[in-house]
T-cell receptor
Framework: NAGVTQTPKFQVLKTGQSMTLQCAQD?????MYWYRQDPGMGLRLIYY???????DKGEVPNGYNVSRLNKREFSLRLESAAPSQTSVYFC???????????FGNGTRLTVT | AQSVTQLDSQVPVFEEAPVELRCNYS??????LFWYVQYPNQGLQLLLK??????LVKGINGFEAEFNKSQTSFHLRKPSVHISDTAEYFC???????????FGSGTRLQVQP
């Protein structure tokens, strides 16, 4: 099983450019999440999708949009990248309430 | 809203010594509790979880944690660490009725020979 797969692994953008981070899981999980990780701040929730067809804002949603394309895929879009969005982005999935999250290996994004 | 505080940003320890990584949380409702480990340039892996029942939870790699409801703590312990335990450790909570986790800021465990 691949688990949670994120693409790309690395990306460099100029301020104002747009991009989409892709995430897919093969565990038939209902819920999916996008987090960002910054030094000294742990992981902060950007958006999540409790089930196919639903999305909700997390702690730091500004500057991002998401799409739950189907049960497997959950993408994160930056419409106009800013240096403050330089971070490591993690996608995760889980089965139900109380279940642990399964994480991808992350996308390291640098915005110059 | 819930929050998680990991009191130590870095914990240096010698190989084969015991270690405790501290985690306190606040929440107005009951919570599920988790510890994750992150090795360099990797994603997070689950170490252990507390959902209900016995307050002492055993996880992988010889780690264990104890849930203390009165002190709202979930400290992680290992009686004897190895060099390979060097990593960053995250405590996380999820209120009952929700699925997303709230993470602490992490503790970097540095095991020295």
């Amino acid at each position: 099983n691949a688990g949670v797969t994120q693409t790309p692994k690395f990306q460099v953008l100029k301020t104002g450019q747009s991009m989409t981070l892709q995430c897919a899981q093969d565990m038939n999980h209902n819920s999916m999440y996008w987090y960002r990780q910054d030094p000294g701040m742990g992981l902060r929730l950007i958006y999540y999708s409790a089930s196919e067809g639903t999305t909700d804002k997390g702690e730091v949603p500004n500057g991002y949009n998401v799409s739950r394309l189907n049960k497997r895929e959950f993408s994160l879009r930056l419409e106009s990248a800013a240096p403050s969005q330089t971070s490591v982005y993690f996608c995760a999935s889980s089965e139900e309430e109380g279940s642990p999250l399964h994480f991808g290996n992350g996308t390291r994004l640098t915005v110059t | 809203a819930q929050s998680v505080t990991q009191l130590d940003s870095q914990v240096p320890v010698f190989e084969e010594a015991p270690v405790e990584l501290r985690c306190n949380y606040s929440s107005s409702v009951s919570v599920y509790l988790f510890w994750y480990v992150q090795y360099p340039n990797q994603g997070l892996q689950l170490l252990l979880k507390y959902l209900s029942g016995s307050t002492l939870v055993k996880g992988i790699n010889g780690f264990e944690a104890e849930f203390n409801k009165s002190q709202t703590s979930f400290h992680l312990r290992k009686p004897s660490v190895h060099i390979s335990d060097t990593a960053e450790y995250f405590c996380a909570v999820s209120p009952t009725g929700r699925r997303a986790l709230t993470f602490g800021s992490g503790t970097r465990l540095q095991v020295q020979p």
